[in-house]
Structure formats: C-alpha cells, structure tokens
C-alpha cells in the first residue's frame, strides 16, 4: 500500500508548492482563513512537511484542511517560494479520493458543493447559472437579484445577454456537442472518477449514519438536509 | 627584503585599515584604496555598537594607520580590474590610476539590502518605515528618532529578516548581526523615548555572539521590550500616516494586527556589486551568495581561489565589527606568511 | 500611494483577441462583458471574437476540489484548442479565477512537461482537439490599462465631482488570483498592483490607498458556495469596508467578477445584520469594474451596460459626475416596456 | 429569527490595541520576573498537569501577555502547583507564582464587578 505521503507527492503540485519551511508564519498574518477559523496554514505545511503518516492521515480527515479559501494570498509572501495554498489542494484531493473528507464536517461538504457546481458543470457548462442562485437560499443576494431571479428573461435581454439561446453572447445556452466534449474530457481526465468517489463515500457513510430509505438505501435526500443543517461549531 | 614587497588592499574600510596597520608594522609597503572619499567605510554610517553601546568612533580612530613612510592611501579609487602580470598584480580604476603589488587583500566589504524591493514593507513609499541605518543615523545626529511630522512615537516595531533568509530577494543566508542590532536599537529607542513600546518582530533570535543574550535579558527586563515570534507580512498605512502591521503570533497560531507609529527595518547584508569585476581578469571566485569565495571556509578562510590574493572581513561573509578586525589581523598574518614562503 | 518601486512590466497583446467569459460576470454583471466587447470593437477598433463553442473553465469547482487539476489542465486545454482553430494566440480573460488558472497550467506545463503531454493526451481523445500555447494571456482590465489613455481621450466624462471639481476618490480592489499566484503577471506585481490604480487616474479619478487593500474579499469558493459557510466570506468583506471607511471613498472599482459581486452583495447583507453601512449614507460604496468604469467615461447609457444590476445603487455616482441619464429608463426591458422593478435598492431603509 | 441569521461575521485576528492588560499588570507588579519569558517550553514540558491534561504553562505566559483572559482563567485551574516549572525556568521565572498571581488577578475582577 502506498503511504499518505507517497500519495501527496504524486500530485505535482506538492512539488510546486513544498520546498522547505522554516516556520514563519507570514502565510498565516495574511490568511483570511486564519483570521476566521482556528486555523494556521504554517502548521499545516509543517505536518506535510514532518512526513509523519499518522499526522497527515488525521489531518485529511480533520475540518482544518477544509479551511482554507484558495485565495493564495500566502503565495507571494513566502520567504522560500512555498505555497500552503497549493499544499491544501493536494491534501484535499487524497482526502476526497481516500474517502477521509466525509469524516469530518466540512469535508463531507464536498457532496453539496458537487451537487450544485458539479452538477452546474455538466448540464449547463457553467459553474454558476442564474436558475442556481435561489433568492431563498441566497438571501445576501438582495433584493435587486430577487428582482432579476424573477424577470431572468427581460433583464438578460436587456443589458445585451444572451440568456439560454443559441449562438455566443453571455449566459448562452452552451450546446449539447460541447457539453459532451466536456464530459468526454472528465471521463477522459478523471474528473468523473472524482465524482463518483465524492458520491459513493458519501452514499456509505450517509448509510452509516442512518439517512436510508424504506429499503435500506442510502437517502441521499435526507443526507443532503442533514448537511445543509450540521451544527456548525464556529457559532 | 620586506620593504621591498608592497601589498594593495582595496577596501578602505576597517577591515582594510586593521590589515594595513598589521603589515606597515612588520615592515611591508602597503597601499590602501578606497573608493569612497573618505576612509572608515561602512561604520562611518554606524553610531554605538552591540553589545557594549561603545562609540563606532572609538573603533575608527583606533584603526586609523598611523602616518607611516611605507603607507600609501588614494581615495576615490575605484579598483574596477586585477590582473596578474609577470609574477605581480596590476590593480587599475576608471582613471588612469594603476598600482602594482605583490600581494593584495580584498576588504571591500559589504552592502546594505535596498529595503525597497521588500515591496510589502513600504520603505521609500511610507514615511515612517526606516531602516536600521536610517536610525543609526538619527542617533549619531544626538537627535531623538521621531515619526515623519516630528511627533514622539507611542510605539516602534522592529522587523528582523529585511532581505535576509529570503528566497523573494535572493538573499538565502542569514545576515547574523540584524537580531542584535535590533535588541541594541531597541533599548536607544526606549531610552530616547522611556514610554514608547517597542517590538520586534522575529523568526529566530540568533544572538550568537558573546554577550548579546545578556543584552537581550537586558532589553526585556529592564526595558520591557516585547518579542514576537512571526516574521511581518506586510505593512500599511492608516489615516495619519499611522502604519498597520500584520504577522502571525506563530507561538500562539493566530494572525496579529497592530498599530505603530514607526517602523525599522532590519535590513541585511550584501555582498559589494564591484566584487564581479574585481573577478573579472583572474582566478577570483564569488560563492553563493556573491561574497568572495574562500578556498575553504575552515582552515583557509582568508584565501581566495587566486594565489596571492586574500580576503578580510565582511566581504567574505556578514561579520559584526569585531569578527571584521579580526579576519583582518588573520589575513595580514597570512600575507607574511605567504611572501616569507616566496622569499625562499 | 506612490507607484510601484519595483516595476512588473508585462506584456499585454494589443490586438486579435480570443474572448473567454466569466460564468460570474455573465451570472450577475453580462453588461459588463457585452460592454468590454463593444468598447474594443467599435471605439478601439480592435479584432475581438467572442465564440459559442467555449464553455467555463471549471475555475471554481478546480478551487472548491471537486475538479481535479487533471480535468482542470484538459479544460484550459480545450480552451486554448478553440483559440488555434480559430488562429487566434491572444486571450482576452474576463474571470480572475481563470486568469490564474490559465497560468497556473501553463507554469505546470513549463517545469513539467509530462503534464502537458498528459492533458494533449486527454484532450485528444476527448475530443480530437490539439492546441498550441497561446502567445499572450491578458486579463480584461489589463487590456484596458494598455488602452487607458485612448480611451481617456474618446472620454465623454471624468471621474470628477461636478460640483466640487475634485476627482472623485477611489479605492481599489484587486482579485487576489490576478497577481498573487504570479506577480509578473499582474501590472505592477503582487504588492503595490497598479492595473486599476493607473485606469482610475488616467481618467480624471484619485487613487485611495487603504490598509487592507490587499486583503482578500473573502469569497473562499467551497466558503461562499456552502450557505453555513458564508460567515468567513462576509468576515473578510467587512474587514475590507471598516478599512476604506475612514477614506470615504465615491466608489470603489474591481477587476475581478466575483469581487465585485461580493463587495456590492455583502455591503447590503451588513447593512441587514448591523444596521450600518459604510459609506455614511444609507445606499452603500457603489462597486463597478473596470469594464463598467471604462464604458461609462465613455458615455455608455448606464442602462446597456448592466448598472441597474448592482444592490448599491448607482445613481448616486452618476449624478457627482454629472452623467447625462435617463432614470426612468433604468426598469424598461428592450422594447422599453416597464419590467417591475426591485423591492428595495442600496443597503438600508 | 432573521433570514440573516447564518452569517455571523468576526475575526479571530489578535489586535493588539485591544489588549485586556489589566491581569498582566497585577502579575507583572508582583512578580516582575515574567517579563524575561522567552517561551522556550521548558515549563509545559515539565508540567505534571501538562502530562496529563491539555494544560499548557507557556501559553498561559502567552494568553496572559495578549490579555485573553477569558481562556486564562479556564486554564489557571488544571495547575497542580507542583512548582516543577519554576524549577527548570531557564530565566529563573518564579512561574508558580505568576499562575497563582493569575488566578489571584482573576478573583479580584470578578469581586470589583461585582461590587
């Protein structure tokens, strides 16, 4: 079996972004992360560092590697040219492809976040689409977006978009050989492979943890509910 | 036949003079030169030294050469070329100025890192960021270091690693005098100012000298300086020209924010740009880090890669003044040994 | 702030470009792309081809994980495929996050180029598609930073006070992926960017500075897209509004689509949870980009180009430049028929 | 319950101006020798507490200094005040002492609030 480690240094952007650390912590001053969660991408780098296998396998199942918003402000800073950002990325992607993301509550939300962009991505072509961003769900959206949310046609065709039809334009309905070449390159690139690990991990431990229909099946409706509403501890 | 062998030592530096004033006292021909107008080199700029807050005065004077038949000193020499011709060293500057040795010492010493490449910190955009040369200067002047519009400052932070151990600048290696530099400029600010609080902001404090820990003890107990371990991300300016700083509290795993009135940049030491020519025309190599290269860093620090050629003080490595005078005495003594062995 | 010490020179195409879209700009500002298109067509006379067949980048399931940098480097590859196809070697990028996607693959593919071969691999048989490394990628805004002076002079306005005859004072915000990743990519480089800063002046504006302007705004991707999440975006908004407050800025410009998004939505959302704003009136910092900025010193009729789109109003901001609008327009769909109009505009009540 | 509810925006960010110094006062008026503390660890390493629970003697030194007295005086209770940490202070802290002089600090707050 590969250790953790082997897996993490597959991933050529652990290269990238791991030379040496001394410890700094000029990542951490400027990481909007670390001013909102108890969260430090200096120690996260020093336990990638350490190599130390139990270290690393309790961090991708913790939240702390969840933390991070890929804004990679701690890029440019870096006195020895690493990048924490670019470390998480790697963590995140053994965690999900371990199944060690669904122990923890941040982790197992890779399964909405795949449910509303993933599934974005393959019907519409888009990461974000207008139909997506429910005012219900999206109240920060105010109410000039409830506004264009209830008139999508009318407003789109005003401003000069060209909302779900033909041709180019903004917010064009991307056409169903390009939606296909996009999905060839996912099964081609392992993008769908990643799909189906988030799901399947997920449909187990939704399974485990009881979220089952009338024939014992994971509910995945449920499970969803479930995750939209866990406690979240920061409050 | 001593005085009759002459040794060119470009570098008017203190490094330069301690080995001038060794040779000329055993008897050699010696020329200094320097490339500025004036000798004394980078300590003119310098006001107290660590750890003793002596007077960098004092060490000037007693380094200058006393007047001596068989010292030579030309200013503003700029040795851009060594050559070596017929068994002897042609050193030439922009003019026409030649000079002939049988030996020569390169003390040309160190430069100071330009703190405007560290962008983030603000230096030469934001008034009240300075260096730690620009303090030593408002200290030599016997005024009190102020903000930019005159006022005493509440507080002043001291940033170590400014273009030290910093692959962003090029600049890997560790300056080694910053810390204490810092320790020492802190406890002058607390003493012009007894109610300002000053921090530094510090990665390691490599106080490896012989009584810097004691000065460090010093600072935090009788002057209530206060050390953060986490190296400065970036600086900015508020309203008022007031500056904001943010770093970890690595020791506590949290980001920290926090107002000062000044800022003083640690900045490092780097090797002299010069240094490339003077390899130019013969076996002189550079290292790493652009300092001269010994031929080996143990038992033959002072000798170049080129034979007759030796090296002295802080352009071999950043050296505080004391290990400065002293790899120069070591250079000189090797100087004799060397002409001694071509003598028989 | 003085400019940049350390100049970033970058290279920035000055024709031919291959238009790639934004899946947030198109969502929530399409005004802006349709503009930016308009302004280099018609006022520049520029060659610009804004093609169906790409799609996104899958920028932001790349950044929330979900995507794998794989399946990343194949989509940026298909893009580039549609560029060769069509011989064009210029991008013209909308989005931020793509913007830094782009030359994070092409850095990869520099120092290693297994990668490369990997992702030419899976595009063609994907899609038999095959590509060539485009010449030069350039984002939006730094397309009109290179045009800011033509543009300046086909200028029907100035970013003056009408009535004070000062230069209305702007704060900037850079999105963090445009030069943070790759500080020679950015105009100006990571810390002391000057992309937007330049714009602003060139066209009659002051540039503010402000201590968190380097500060992310928070969108985090996985943080904003998870609704129990968005507490850490807002938080680092907020930082960022408590930091120009003090400057009271007349607007606030952006180069990045979800930036400009957030700083306009999270103003209202503060508004609603603290009952202040930060712009000592009641409407809120109006937030426009850079194609936004640019199309209306040109004249644009703010109605076109999107601006009744934003949460913050914009009407204060064309009034202090003393911009000729029709306000009653503002609510009419394209056959001029009233279309309803938003329950509430600005921030509070 | 407002539709705003789930945002809750804060920053755990450490401001120095905001710094609760009143307990690093008291303690700092009575045991001066906590100003030397150079976080070394040697105290935590050493603590019997410590080897047992979560207690950590150099970051009370720490909390104490940034004024988070909130977390101080959950913490002060886990010492045993077995006075092994003063033992191996290698800047000969009377570090028992400033735990006790916390908790002492703590107590005399909550009396001032209370009156």
């Known amino acids: 079996m590969r250790t953790m480690m082997q897996k993490l240094r597959e991933d050529v952007r652990l290269k990238e972004g791991l030379n040496a650390c001394m410890g700094c912590g000029i990542c951490t001053a400027v990481c909007p992360a670390a001013e909102y969660f108890e969260y430090d991408p200096r120690s996260i780098v020093v336990t990638v560092q350490s190599g130390n296998e139990e270290k690393i396998r309790k961090l991708i199942e913790s939240d702390t590697i969840w933390m991070c918003g890929q804004c990679m402000s701690c890029k440019p800073r870096c006195p020895r040219n690493n990048c924490p950002g670019l470390i998480i990325s790697v963590l995140r992607r053994v965690s999900q492809e371990t199944g060690a993301f669904v122990k923890s509550r941040l982790g197992r939300q890779q399964y909405l976040i795949l449910k509303t962009i993933g599934t974005n991505i393959l019907e519409t072509g888009y990461c974000v689409y207008p139909a997506s961003v429910v005012p219900e769900t999206h109240p920060e959206q105010g109410d000039v977006w409830k506004w264009i949310y209830d008139n999508k046609e009318a407003v789109y065709e005003r401003v000069g978009a060209n909302l779900d039809k033909e041709g180019p334009g903004a917010m064009r309905k991307i056409g169903r050989e390009n939606l296909d070449e996009l999905e060839r390159v996912f099964a081609e690139s392992g993008g769908q492979t990643l799909f189906t690990s988030i799901v399947e991990y997920s449909r187990a431990y939704a399974k485990e943890s009881g979220f089952v229909d009338a024939n014992g099946q994971p509910d995945m409706e449920k499970y969803t509910d479930f995750l939209l509403n866990e406690d979240n501890d920061e409050k | 036949m001593i005085d009759k062998k002459h040794i060119a030592i470009i570098g008017g530096g203190i490094a330069g003079q301690e080995a001038a004033s060794v040779l000329t006292g055993l008897g050699y021909k010696v020329t200094i030169l320097e490339k500025n107008e004036r000798m004394g080199g980078m300590l003119n700029k310098w006001s107290k030294l660590f750890p003793d807050f002596s007077s960098s005065q004092l060490v000037l004077d007693a380094v200058k050469v006393a007047t001596d038949k068989n010292l030579n000193v030309i200013c503003n020499a700029d040795i851009f070329s060594v050559q070596k011709e017929n068994g002897r060293f042609k050193l030439s500057d922009n003019s026409s100025l030649d000079v002939y040795a049988d030996a020569v010492i390169m003390s040309t010493g160190y430069n100071l890192f330009d703190a405007t490449l560290k962008e983030e910190y603000g230096y030469g955009v934001f008034e009240n960021v300075i260096t730690s040369a620009d303090f030593e200067k408002v200290h030599k002047s016997g005024e009190k270091l102020t903000t930019a519009d005159g006022k005493a400052p509440r507080r002043v932070a001291f940033i170590h690693c400014v273009g030290s151990r910093d692959a962003k600048t090029g600049n890997t290696y560790c300056s080694k005098v910053c810390c204490i530099t810092g320790v020492k400029q802190a406890i002058e600010v607390t003493q012009m100012w007894p109610e300002c609080e000053v921090f530094n902001f510090y990665m390691d404090l490599r106080l490896y000298g012989s009584k810097y820990d004691a000065l460090y003890l010093e600072a935090q107990k009788h002057h209530k300086i206060q050390f953060i371990r986490g190296r400065l991300s970036e600086v900015s300016e508020r309203q008022g020209k007031e500056l904001q700083l943010k770093a970890e509290d690595t020791l506590q795993g949290r980001p920290l924010r926090m107002k000062t009135d000044i800022v003083v940049l640690l900045i490092g030491m780097e090797a002299c740009k010069q240094n490339e020519d003077l390899c130019r025309d013969n076996a002189l190599e550079l290292d790493e880090n652009r300092f001269f290269k010994s031929k080996n860093i143990y038992n033959h620090r002072n000798s170049s890669t080129q034979s007759g050629v030796f090296l002295a003080g802080s352009c071999i490595c950043p050296m505080s003044v004391n290990e400065s005078l002293e790899s120069a005495r070591s250079a000189a003594m090797l100087v004799d040994k060397s002409l001694k062995v071509q003598e028989r | ?349 | 319950m407002s539709q705003f509810d789930f945002l809750q925006p804060k920053s755990r960010q450490i401001e120095i101006e905001q710094f609760d110094d009143r307990i690093l006062t008291y303690v700092l008026e009575r045991e001066q020798s906590f100003l030397t503390c150079i976080s070394c660890g040697g105290c935590t390493a050493t603590c019997s507490a410590g080897n047992l629970t979560s207690f950590n003697v150099r970051k009370i030194g720490l909390s104490l200094r940034r004024g988070n007295i909130n977390d101080l005086s959950d913490e002060v209770q886990k010492c045993m005040f077995c006075g092994k940490c003063t033992l191996v202070c290698p800047r000969d802290i009377n570090i028992r002492n400033v735990v006790l002089l916390i908790k002492k600090g703590i107590a005399q707050l909550e009396t001032e609030k209370t009156l």
């Open chain 3, 1 to 349: 702030m003085k400019n940049s010490q350390v100049n970033v020179t970058k290279e920035i195409a000055d024709d031919n470009y291959f238009y790639l879209r934004s899946c947030i700009r198109q969502n929530f500002f399409p005004g802006a792309e349709n503009v930016f298109l308009d302004i280099l067509k018609n006022k520049l006379g520029k060659n610009i081809i804004d093609n169906a067949n790409h799609t996104s980048c899958t920028g932001i399931g790349y950044h929330s994980d979900i995507v794998p940098y794989e399946t990343y480097q194949t989509m940026v590859a298909r893009q580039f495929a549609l560029m060769t196809e069509h011989g064009f070697r210029n991008a013209a990028v909308s989005c931020i996050t793509s913007y830094g996607g782009y030359h994070e693959v092409l850095e990869t593919w520099k120092e290693f180029p297994e990668e490369e071969a990997k992702a030419r691999k899976n595009l063609k048989n994907a899609t038999g598609r095959c590509f060539e490394i485009p010449e030069n990628i350039s984002h939006s805004c730094d397309i009109i930073y290179r045009f800011r002076h033509d543009i300046a002079e086909l200028a029907k306005y100035k970013l003056i006070n009408k009535q004070t005859g000062k230069p209305l004072r702007i704060v900037d915000h850079i999105g963090c992926h445009y030069a943070k990743i790759f500080p020679d990519k950015g105009v100006g480089g990571a810390e002391k960017n000057t992309v937007l800063s330049a714009v602003v002046e060139a066209w009659g504006g002051e540039s503010v500075d402000y201590p968190e302007r380097r500060h992310c705004c928070g969108f985090g991707f996985r943080h904003y897209l998870v609704k129990n999440n968005r507490s850490y975006s807002i938080s680092n908004s907020k930082k960022k509004f408590e930091s120009m407050e003090p400057y009271c800025p007349d607007m606030i410009v952006t180069n990045c689509p979800g930036c400009n998004m957030f700083l306009d939505k999270w103003q209202y959302a503060l508004a609603k949870i603290e009952g202040k704003t930060y712009s000592g009136d009641k409407n809120g910092i109006p937030v426009l980009s850079s194609e936004e900025l640019a199309a209306l010193v040109l004249g644009y009729n703010p109605w076109d180009i999107g601006l009744q789109m934003h949460q913050v109003d914009v009407e204060p901001l064309l009034e202090k430049i003393g911009f000729d609008y029709n306000p009653d327009e503002k609510y009419l769909d394209a056959n001029g028929n009233f279309m309803g109009k938003p329950e509430f505009i600005g921030c509070l009540d």
